[in-house]
């Protein structure tokens, strides 16, 4: 180009300001560069000092929520480390319970980083207070029926031989009936029955005795030995097995290690080398969690050395030189340090979502940096000097970078608004960093470009690309352009959307299983989903926790009426069903009873054969003498004993009756033993249980825990909802990890769309203040607020609540008209400049239709990235539209920025495609194909509109076309110009 060149700058403090910070800089380049290597250092040495990680998903939540509450709730009474679930697989239960022991003892060896190990319930210790676990009603019969063995209890045996056992059940048949009792009536033949059966099955079978004694503490309501025995928590094939354990340092940094867990995987490694073919993994909440933070190191690690790499090749072929890439990355490091101190002065820690705020800031910050050196270069090509390619710089396009990182910055501390603690705090972290960014743009960079080009002259500066064949086509045609892409748009962005039973509906679902997020193959995750087909169990449940036992039993049996609970666990299913208030006195009773309890005699007294057949011939006459079934079946048994004991010799006959009362008195005397030894009166304590046991379901205050599972997964929202609603249906207060992830999923979807929409209301008002004229802004800005100060009053009035995002976006709507009435050209200008991010995420919508993937909580953190860089995009050209004189096309340096701005970002966040992660490959492809449409539309779409507006003015307005209004001499750059300094077409 030849003769003269205008670069119209723009007027006002800010540009002034800016022109003149940067002239300091460029002055003083080793002085500045000293004081913010002074400042970096310090803010490293702050973070150093006193930045903190928390690793706990908790700390995402706001602990003054009422859910959250609930939770802090619990985890003060019961602990908030979670449990650690090891699965061990085998072919046969003999090897599930070998290995399960093995490991087991292993962990129970190392108290210092395990807790509350529970690999097998052991409820010997209870063993001996079996009584109380029946009711009072059973106690007292059997108190009863002690009370009418205390002779024999006492020492006098011979009561209970067998002559004086049989003459006693007869006399007390025939008194039963005399006195007209059914009930002892029916007893008693039962009783004669199980005698006479006994008697005969010993004459058959001397080496199967029958005891004939009555149950004194009836064997279906008794506990039974087996009760009382060591049991594994095995599934129903017995080829799998678990064993829980509370890591005591689960919390895990930010590359996913405790030394508990790494200590746990080497003692599953090692049974796993011990026994053969056995699978021996690890699953639950911690290791979860704990996988998907390491899986996500490593792949950032991948997607960050790939992203540096790619960034800056982009950045050498954009410039066609290292030398400025590498002062913008200089830059760029600085600006993190920067931002780093800022973390830890303003918020004092990071937290496993905040934590990206680095790859927000790269994404954003290099932004500024690009935009400026382009300028810078483009300048330097008009043969301009060094101090004055700058200041021009800071002057012309160092409104935009304001405009845009003021804007961006505000659209994140948009943020705080919300109910998500760990977006909120994202957003005051990354809103702070694209401030500090556009800081270090202004002071480092100039500073590093001065010391970097002091010696090169203009023709020694690189030609970076300019996109002249895009500026042809858009002079070319820019009713075609504007047409044919606008239709692209909405062709395209339709695709998200689709018309279902009459209505339309999203296409683009938004996926709440956080399971899905997961690397594929990820051993933590398929074990889950193995215990689940296997069990038919979650690993998940919701707890509810009862001030007694007798509210915890009352809400157990209320909660498995429940169709979406499978099963319901407490320490209250491990204690008597009976306060001890009800037991207590009648256990010691009968253990003060059986504690009178003498040894067998050594010796019987003789026995008289034909007295002992008179005896059983009155029973005999007796039983035959009635109708009822039991005593025809005795009459009969004992008919045949007769019989055959009076074919035997003397001899004979004493052996038999000798050793069946031998057996009939050992077997009294074993049953006395047996209620005895779980006789004791001391009530039944959490305490006589395991701690693995004790510990997880009573606090030390005296709370009792239930764990509630549901009868399926619930990691989709469908059935999560249906168990978050049931099971509040019976304890509003329950809580739990799924209510916790529930209402997580919620809060963090609304938060962030709530964010989007704070976010573009100020944005817009930002966008107004630097277009609008101070008169028209302040009439703008302070008219609508009598109409939402009367809505707001209005509804509370009303009493009903006050949603301030509605209001906020009636004001900015009412803004938006009465700045229209007042001066429609810059509203227009406003509305352009959210072209790129609007109209871009509705073509990124339709994308995601089309190839069909959803949003999800690793995600949607694209709302706000997406908002700031299309809006940062439109606010460079826009603002390129401003400063242009005659006929409008967009600048070359504009173009050569946008572009290497957006593919910057789209490399850097395209990066995590690589990842195993599904969460960060969802993340990068959503905000390579959001970063994409933005670009299309701010070099595209926007340019041919804005060519278009030029050109209908320009007819129009003719004459003003002819009669330019003078510009100052200070805003005109006039600039000689040879064809082989400016490489521009």
Not at 155 to 175: C, K, M, P, V
Not at 349 to 373: C, E, K, M, P
Not at 580 to 588: I, S, Y
């Amino acid at each position: 180009m030849d003769g003269e060149t205008r670069d119209r700058t723009e007027p006002g403090a800010l540009p002034r300001f800016l022109e003149r910070l940067t002239d300091s800089v460029s002055q003083n380049p080793t002085a500045t560069i000293w004081i913010v290597g002074l400042m970096t250092a310090l803010s490293l040495a702050v973070t150093i000092r006193f930045l903190e990680f928390k690793t706990n998903r908790a700390d995402l939540l706001d602990p003054s929520s009422e859910f959250h509450q609930r939770w802090l709730n619990y985890t003060e009474k019961f602990g908030d480390e979670a449990d650690v679930v090891i699965v061990v697989e085998a072919d046969d239960e003999i090897t599930v319970k070998n290995v399960i022991d093995t490991v087991g003892q292993r962990l129970d060896s190392d108290p210092d980083l395990f807790d509350r190990v529970l690999y097998r319930i052991d409820s010997t210790a209870i063993e001996s207070k079996g009584l109380q676990y029946l009711s009072p009603l059973e106690l007292e019969q059997a108190n009863a029926r002690l009370k009418m063995y205390s002779p024999i209890l006492e020492g006098q045996w011979s009561r209970a031989g067998i002559e004086s056992y049989t003459i006693r059940l007869n006399d007390f048949i025939q008194q039963t009936e005399a006195s007209g009792a059914e009930k002892e009536l029916a007893a008693a033949i039962q009783q004669a029955e199980q005698l006479c059966s006994s008697l005969n099955q010993f004459l058959q079978n001397p080496q199967q005795f029958q005891s004939p004694w009555p149950e004194i503490v009836s064997r279906s309501s008794a506990p039974q030995g087996d009760a009382f025995e060591t049991r594994y928590q095995l599934a129903a094939s017995g080829l799998m097995g678990f064993i829980l354990v509370t890591p005591k340092n689960a919390s895990t940094d930010f590359a996913g290690g405790a030394k508990s867990l790494a200590r746990m995987r080497v003692i599953c490694a090692e049974a796993q080398e011990q026994y053969k073919n056995v699978r021996v993994g690890l699953t639950g909440i911690p290791v979860l969690e704990a996988d998907e933070m390491q899986r996500s190191q490593q792949d950032m690690m991948k997607a960050s050395m790939i992203s540096f790499i790619g960034v800056g090749l982009i950045l050498l072929i954009g410039f066609r030189g290292f030398r400025h890439p590498l002062l913008a990355l200089f830059m760029l490091a600085i600006s993190l340090a920067w931002s780093l101190g800022y973390i830890t002065i303003a918020i004092g820690h990071l937290n496993i979502l905040s934590v990206s705020f680095a790859a927000i800031l790269i994404g954003l910050g290099i932004d500024y940096a690009i935009h400026y050196l382009a300028h810078y270069i483009e300048l330097r090509h008009r043969n301009e000097k060094l101090h004055r390619a700058l200041s021009l710089s800071s002057r012309s396009v160092g409104t935009g970078i304001v405009t845009a990182a003021v804007t961006t910055a505000l659209a994140f501390f948009c943020a705080t608004f919300t109910d998500f603690l760990g977006v909120a705090e994202l957003g005051v972290i990354a809103g702070g960093g694209v401030l500090l960014c556009a800081i270090a743009t202004f002071t480092i960079l100039p500073a590093l470009v001065t010391l970097a080009d002091r010696k090169k002259e203009p023709r020694q500066m690189p030609t970076p690309f300019q996109g002249n064949a895009l500026r042809k086509l858009i002079r070319n045609h820019p009713g075609v352009v504007t047409v044919v892409t606008l239709l692209a748009i909405i062709g395209i962005g339709s695709q998200g959307f689709q018309v279902q039973d009459g209505t339309i509906q999203s296409k683009v679902k938004y996926d709440s299983n956080l399971l899905n997020l997961q690397a594929k193959g990820v051993n933590s995750v398929e074990l889950q989903k193995r215990i689940f087909q296997e069990t038919n169990g979650s690993l998940l449940y919701a707890i509810s926790i009862a001030d007694s036992i007798s509210e915890a039993r009352i809400l157990k049996e209320e909660f498995l009426t429940l169709p979406t609970v499978s099963r319901v666990e407490g320490m209250a299913s491990y204690m008597p069903n009976f306060p001890p208030e009800e037991t207590n006195l009648l256990v010691q009773a009968i253990h003060s009873r059986l504690s009178r309890l003498s040894d067998l005699p050594r010796e019987f007294p003789q026995l008289d054969p034909l007295s002992i057949g008179q005896s059983m011939d009155r029973l005999y006459t007796t039983l035959s003498s009635r109708s009822e079934p039991a005593a025809i079946s005795a009459a009969k048994s004992l008919d045949s004993f007769l019989d055959n004991l009076t074919l035997m010799e003397l001899p004979q006959q004493m052996q038999v009756l000798s050793g069946y009362q031998n057996g009939m008195l050992t077997a009294l005397h074993r049953q006395f033993q047996e209620i005895e030894r779980v006789s004791s009166p001391q009530p039944v304590s959490p305490n006589d249980f395991l701690p693995g046991i004790h510990e997880r379901f009573v606090s030390e205050s005296g709370h009792w825990l239930l764990r509630i599972y549901p009868s399926e997964q619930v990691w989709e929202e469908e059935p999560l909802t249906a168990f978050v609603e049931e099971v509040r249906s019976i304890d509003p207060k329950a809580t739990g990890t799924p209510l916790q992830n529930f209402e997580a999923a919620r809060q963090i979807r609304e938060s962030y769309f709530d964010a989007a929409i704070y976010a573009l209301v100020v944005i817009f008002l930002i966008l107004l203040v630097d277009s609008l004229k101070s008169g028209t802004l302040l009439v703008s800005l302070v008219a609508p607020l009598a109409v939402v100060g009367f809505a707001y009053s209005l509804r509370f009035k009303s009493g009903e609540p006050v949603n301030i995002l509605q209001l906020a976006s009636l004001y900015a709507l009412i803004v938006a008209l009465v700045s229209s009435v007042l001066d429609f050209k810059s509203v227009r200008g406003t509305l352009l400049t959210l072209l790129p991010p609007l109209a871009g995420g509705f073509l990124m919508f339709g994308i995601l239709g089309l190839i069909g993937m959803n949003l999800n909580p690793a995600n949607l953190i694209v709302l706000p990235l997406i908002l700031g860089i299309g809006v940062d995009d439109g606010v460079h050209v826009i603002h390129d539209a401003r400063h242009s004189t005659g006929r409008y096309e967009t600048s070359p340096s504009t173009i050569n920025a946008i572009t290497l701005t957006s593919l910057t970002s789209m490399l850097g966040f395209g990066s995590m495609v690589v990842a195993a992660h599904q969460g960060l490959v969802s993340l990068g492809t959503i905000l390579v194909i959001g970063v994409g449409s933005c670009l299309f539309i701010s070099l595209v779409t926007l340019p041919a509109i804005l060519t278009l507006i030029d050109r209908w003015e320009s007819t129009e307005s003719p004459a003003q076309n002819e009669e330019a209004k003078p510009i100052d001499k200070k805003e005109i750059v006039t600039i000689p110009m040879t064809k082989h300094e400016t490489g521009v077409a």
